[in-house]
């Protein structure tokens, strides 16, 4: 029996483990990641090698994997058209059919050889499984975080976001807000109609799919696709493996402070709280398949098909993934048009099919939060030092073009803003390394390498030209984040020697990776936190340590060059210079990793006076409500801010009771609807504490519980349809008439639940 026979069980049965320890039932662990497996994974490798064509085994199973969730989508779309989501079935039974039954598709069951005639090694599936099984146990350290209700938690609100439109999704494909019944939810709702098809196809509660199953199989995907990028980058299959542990074990930014939480990309853009960010990274590096195809004119008419279904995917996913794509098209489109002499038509049509999926993703998916606009360095508002320092403490996204702090600042103000810049480009020059790829011999006249690098670098440039609510435009620097670490690892693998390295090579390389862990462990020890007194002081404790590393790189060049490597012998500057990069982000890691791992060991108990607390008498009623109401039913609640108490102003992000009830409500938390966003940037408020747009359906609901009269659940009834009030002591008081005007039908030492009579006739 080989190793691949005895690895890939091992890792499906890891990815079990993973979930049994994070708390989840064994059976429905087993057949939600079953279900994955013959939905998505099986599918999807199916159906890329029939359209794609088949490459090597890394590049079918990483680009299938990830193209498998938008076959899928598709699938679901029809069937909660029709109104019957069984038929979601018949998409993966009638791939695996059609390709068992009929000669010229059961080919693609069996993987090609390399281009070099030879199997994949066992390298390979060794290395790729061990990096999988360590990325999960790093996975678990943040799945033990949040129990499955109704533990008592301070669960993190976007979770429940989440959890509530996947069950809006299972419902309809016209989704309403969950938090406005009747209002169409304009968000970006694609992951979670992935989240909703795999639960209709499993019977798994969703709560159980949102909070911790859907991300194990989704972590494996991430990493397989991005060995398949760095397969496809390189040519050498040791990349895929080692592109994959860059990313998913030690994800590569240079902490050059004790500031770690500066360094956005420590998780690669794979955010457990962010669902549609760890969507958006595995569609991002998925692109990569067809548009090396397309870009380099060795594409056939059904590689437009995978081109088109990522697009669309990516546009339903995050914002951010077609303008970084249109980017890299223009770069590549450039590139080419030179080198070939003629207009690069291929390209031309890839920039006009990704121009027009903008706007229909804007009116049919996305919608608009008005919030967007330019503005320079605005990203830097995001450092609680800037802004005590240049007393700049407007929103996010007002202001004119350039950050308000800097707008006729001296010059210790503008040295302050340069030494933030500098320096957080150096915590991210592991991947921005990548850049280097065009600049290189081979790599001047490949467009896929001017492709790679302009979406590495329109990601980077629009994170600060751009200014959005809450700092958003940080989302098109983690859409490339991974790509950029990826694409560096593909640039190493391609400028070392074919077999193995020469005892010269594996000196300098050695002398390398020593320096960049020593000098990075040092920083890390030596260093104090940022303590923002003066412009002075943080221009020094931002660019001393820079200036550390970049004497300590100098040093180990010189020494790698000249004194290890004869001129005859001398590994290429970029791999070196790549291999200290990627050391040097070792020892941030392996301390973020640890200090992970003691907080899961003894995580801070679950306190009422945290903002986000709730009680496990919250969560059963909710829980209570779900199993007793019919699924479109409509509920008023008293529940929107967090902390509970209700007051004007307050943190209005309470989105637990539509997540947990699986109902929609008269109004819930209010904070990331489409109109409210739009309308306190408009007003330049913050849209957490905004007022609500919708005044009536706040004096109606907060009347039911407190202050309830025939005339108030009349209007409830009439006007929204609502069949139930789901009452909160922790909220605000409840009434005692409530109870002659209603019928009792739950009630707990927090919750009352009450339904609503029958005024007809």
Same mark, same amino acid.
């Given at each position: 029996?080989?190793?691949?026979?005895?690895?890939?069980?091992?890792?499906?049965?890891?990815?079990?483990?993973?979930?049994?320890?994070?708390?989840?039932?064994?059976?429905?662990?087993?057949?939600?990641? &079953?279900?994955?497996?013959?939905?998505?994974?099986?599918?999807?490798?199916?159906?890329?090698?029939?359209?794609?064509?088949?490459?090597?085994?890394?590049?079918?199973?990483?680009?299938?994997?990830?193209?498998?969730? !938008?076959?899928?989508?598709?699938?679901?779309?029809?069937?909660?058209?029709?109104?019957?989501?069984?038929?979601?079935?018949?998409?993966?039974?009638?791939?695996?059919?059609?390709?068992?039954?009929?000669?010229?598709?059961?080919?693609?069951?069996?993987?090609?050889?390399?281009?070099?005639?030879?199997?994949?090694?066992?390298?390979?599936?060794?290395?790729?499984?061990?990096?999988?099984?360590?990325?999960?146990?790093?996975?678990?350290?943040?799945?033990?975080?949040?129990?499955?209700?109704?533990?008592?938690?301070?669960?993190?609100?976007?979770?429940?976001?989440?959890?509530?439109?996947?069950?809006?999704?299972?419902?309809?494909?016209?989704?309403?807000?969950?938090?406005?019944?009747?209002?169409?939810?304009?968000?970006?709702?694609?992951?979670?109609?992935?989240?909703?098809?795999?639960?209709?196809?499993?019977?798994?509660?969703?709560?159980?799919?949102?909070?911790?199953?859907?991300?194990?199989?989704? @972590?494996?995907? *991430?990493?397989?696709?991005?060995?398949?990028?760095?397969?496809?980058?390189?040519?050498?299959?040791?990349? &895929?493996?080692?592109?994959?542990?860059?990313?998913?074990?030690?994800?590569?930014?240079? *902490?050059?402070?004790?500031?770690?939480?500066?360094? *956005?990309?420590?998780?690669?853009?794979?955010?457990?709280?962010?669902?549609?960010?760890?969507?958006?990274?595995?569609?991002?590096?998925?692109?990569?398949?067809?548009?090396?195809?397309?870009?380099?004119?060795?594409?056939?008419?059904?590689?437009?098909?995978?081109?088109?279904?990522?697009?669309?995917?990516?546009?339903?996913?995050?914002?951010?993934?077609?303008?970084?794509?249109?980017?890299? #098209?223009?770069?590549?489109?450039?590139?080419?048009?030179?080198?070939?002499?003629?207009?690069?038509?291929?390209?031309?049509?890839?920039?006009?099919?990704?121009?027009?999926?903008?706007?229909?993703? #804007?009116?049919?998916?996305?919608?608009?939060?008005?919030?967007?606009?330019?503005?320079?360095? &605005?990203?830097?508002?995001?450092?609680?030092?800037?802004?005590?320092?240049?007393?700049?403490?407007?929103?996010?996204?007002?202001? !004119?073009?350039?950050?308000?702090?800097?707008?006729?600042?001296?010059?210790?103000?503008?040295?302050?803003?340069?030494?933030?810049?500098?320096?957080?480009?150096?915590?991210?020059?592991?991947?921005?390394?990548?850049?280097?790829?065009?600049?290189?011999?081979?790599?001047?006249?490949?467009?896929?390498?001017?492709?790679?690098?302009?979406?590495?670098? &329109?990601?980077?440039?629009?994170?600060?030209?751009?200014?959005?609510?809450?700092?958003?435009?940080?989302?098109?620097?983690?859409?490339?984040?991974?790509?950029?670490?990826?694409?560096?690892?593909?640039?190493?693998?391609?400028?070392?020697?074919?077999?193995?390295?020469?005892?010269?090579?594996?000196?300098?390389?050695?002398?390398?990776? #020593?320096?960049?862990?020593?000098?990075?462990?040092?920083?890390?020890?030596?260093?104090?936190?940022?303590?923002?007194?003066?412009?002075?002081?943080?221009?020094?404790?931002?660019?001393?340590?820079?200036?550390?590393?970049?004497?300590?790189?100098?040093?180990?060049?010189?020494?790698?060059?000249?004194?290890?490597?004869?001129?005859?012998?001398?590994?290429?500057?970029?791999?070196?210079?790549?291999?200290?990069?990627?050391?040097?982000?070792?020892?941030?890691?392996?301390?973020?990793?640890?200090?992970?791992?003691?907080?899961?060991?003894?995580?801070?108990?679950?306190?009422?006076?945290?903002?986000?607390?709730?009680?496990?008498?919250?969560?059963?009623?909710?829980?209570?409500?779900?199993?007793?109401?019919?699924?479109?039913?409509?509920?008023?609640?008293?529940? *929107?801010?967090?902390?509970?108490?209700?007051?004007?102003?307050?943190?209005?992000?309470?989105?637990?009771?539509?997540?947990?009830?699986?109902?929609?409500?008269?109004? !819930?938390?209010?904070?990331?609807?489409?109109?409210?966003?739009?309308?306190?940037?408009?007003?330049?408020?913050?849209?957490?504490?905004?007022?609500?747009?919708?005044?009536?359906?706040?004096?109606?609901?907060?009347?039911?519980?407190?202050?309830?009269?025939?005339?108030?659940?009349?209007?409830?009834?009439?006007?929204?349809?609502?069949?139930?009030?789901?009452?909160?002591?922790?909220?605000?008081?409840?009434?005692?008439?409530?109870?002659?005007?209603?019928?009792?039908?739950?009630?707990?030492?927090?919750?009352?639940?009450?339904? @609503?009579?029958?005024?007809?006739?």
């Amino acid at each position: 029996m080989g190793a691949p026979a005895l690895v890939w069980p091992a890792l499906a049965g890891a990815c079990v483990v993973v979930a049994l320890a994070a708390g989840d039932p064994l059976d429905t662990s087993v057949i939600y990641l &079953g279900v994955w497996l013959i939905s998505t994974l099986v599918p999807g490798v199916l159906m890329w090698r029939a359209l794609a064509g088949s490459r090597t085994v890394p590049q079918d199973v990483g680009f299938g994997a990830a193209t498998g969730i !938008g076959w899928l989508l598709l699938a679901w779309l029809v069937g909660m058209m029709v109104g019957q989501p069984w038929l979601i079935w018949l998409w993966p039974v009638g791939v695996i059919t059609a390709f068992t039954a009929i000669p010229r598709l059961r080919a693609h069951w069996r993987s090609q050889l390399a281009a070099d005639g030879s199997p994949t090694p066992v390298g390979w599936h060794v290395g790729m499984a061990a990096v999988c099984g360590v990325a999960l146990v790093r996975l678990l350290t943040s799945l033990r975080v949040f129990p499955l209700p109704p533990e008592p938690h301070s669960y993190f609100r976007d979770l429940w976001y989440h959890l509530s439109a996947v069950e809006e999704l299972s419902r309809t494909w016209r989704p309403q807000d969950p938090s406005v019944a009747g209002e169409p939810l304009r968000y970006h709702w694609f992951v979670e109609a992935h989240m909703a098809a795999t639960q209709q196809l499993s019977g798994v509660p969703t709560q159980q799919i949102v909070l911790h199953l859907w991300i194990i199989p989704m @972590l494996v995907t *991430f990493l397989l696709v991005a060995g398949a990028v760095a397969d496809r980058l390189s040519g050498r299959w040791w990349a &895929g493996p080692l592109a994959a542990a860059v990313v998913g074990v030690v994800p590569v930014t240079l *902490f050059l402070t004790g500031w770690p939480y500066l360094a *956005f990309g420590y998780s690669s853009g794979f955010l457990l709280q962010s669902h549609t960010s760890c969507l958006a990274v595995v569609v991002m590096l998925a692109i990569v398949g067809p548009v090396s195809d397309i870009v380099r004119g060795v594409h056939t008419r059904s590689t437009w098909v995978v081109m088109a279904l990522l697009l669309a995917l990516g546009a339903g996913t995050k914002p951010t993934i077609l303008p970084v794509v249109l980017a890299g #098209t223009l770069v590549a489109g450039l590139v080419a048009w030179r080198v070939e002499g003629r207009t690069p038509w291929r390209l031309v049509a890839l920039a006009g099919v990704t121009v027009a999926l903008l706007p229909l993703a #804007t009116l049919v998916v996305t919608g608009s939060t008005g919030g967007s606009r330019l503005q320079l360095w &605005g990203l830097l508002k995001m450092y609680g030092s800037f802004e005590q320092l240049t007393g700049d403490t407007s929103l996010p996204a007002s202001g !004119g073009w350039l950050v308000g702090g800097l707008d006729g600042a001296d010059l210790s103000l503008w040295l302050l803003a340069l030494a933030f810049i500098v320096w957080f480009a150096s915590t991210e020059l592991p991947r921005l390394l990548s850049l280097a790829e065009p600049l290189t011999p081979d790599g001047r006249r490949d467009p896929v390498s001017w492709w790679v690098a302009g979406c590495v670098l &329109g990601g980077f440039v629009a994170t600060f030209v751009l200014s959005h609510v809450q700092f958003s435009q940080i989302y098109f620097l983690r859409t490339v984040e991974s790509l950029g670490a990826v694409a560096t690892v593909a640039l190493l693998a391609r400028r070392l020697p074919e077999g193995s390295l020469d005892f010269r090579h594996r000196r300098a390389l050695l002398v390398m990776v #020593t320096a960049g862990v020593t000098t990075a462990a040092l920083l890390r020890i030596a260093l104090p936190s940022l303590d923002p007194q003066s412009v002075g002081t943080v221009v020094a404790v931002l660019l001393v340590p820079l200036g550390v590393v970049a004497a300590v790189l100098l040093a180990a060049l010189a020494l790698a060059r000249r004194r290890i490597s004869p001129s005859a012998h001398r590994p290429a500057t970029v791999v070196l210079v790549a291999a200290f990069l990627l050391a040097a982000a070792v020892p941030g890691a392996v301390v973020e990793s640890a200090s992970a791992l003691r907080y899961t060991a003894d995580p801070p108990s679950a306190e009422p006076s945290q903002r986000q607390y709730l009680s496990r008498a919250e969560q059963a009623a909710a829980l209570w409500l779900k199993s007793h109401a019919d699924t479109d039913d409509v509920v008023v609640t008293n529940v *929107f801010c967090s902390p509970a108490p209700y007051r004007p102003g307050c943190v209005h992000e309470a989105f637990w009771v539509s997540a947990l009830t699986g109902r929609r409500l008269v109004l !819930g938390g209010w904070a990331y609807t489409a109109r409210n966003l739009t309308e306190s940037s408009e007003a330049e408020i913050s849209y957490r504490r905004s007022p609500t747009p919708w005044p009536e359906r706040l004096r109606l609901s907060l009347g039911a519980v407190r202050q309830p009269t025939p005339h108030i659940l009349e209007r409830l009834q009439r006007d929204y349809d609502a069949r139930w009030i789901f009452a909160d002591g922790r909220a605000t008081a409840i009434s005692a008439r409530l109870g002659r005007l209603a019928d009792l039908r739950f009630r707990n030492p927090d919750v009352a639940i009450y339904e @609503l009579r029958n005024t007809e006739g």
